[in-house]
């Protein structure tokens, strides 16, 4: 695997992509606005996981995001005293 790609999800995706990160695999996160659009902009308007997964990994692939490493403990814990 060279890249592990997950849609934003309100915070909840920050546990699995530190988790995976730790491990060494590379993550990104990914905007879900933006892949929606493309899913809508390629004609796939269906929504279960398998058709997500598949349209992550096109989308990914289509416009190659900047690949940028994760906020590390410190900063996250900054971050979510400001969003407090």
Not at 15 to 43: D, E, F, M, T, W
Request: glycine share 4%; charged share 20%.
């Amino acid at each position: 695997v060279d890249l592990i790609a997950l849609e934003a999800t309100g915070g909840y995706e920050t546990l699995v992509a530190a988790k995976l990160s730790a491990s060494g695999l590379c993550v990104i996160i990914v905007n879900p606005s933006q892949v929606r659009s493309y899913a809508n902009a390629i004609g796939r308007r269906a929504k279960t996981d398998e058709i997500d997964a598949q349209v992550i990994a096109a989308f990914v692939l289509a416009t190659k995001p900047q690949i940028r490493p994760l906020r590390d403990a410190q900063t996250q814990a900054l971050s979510a005293l400001v969003d407090r």
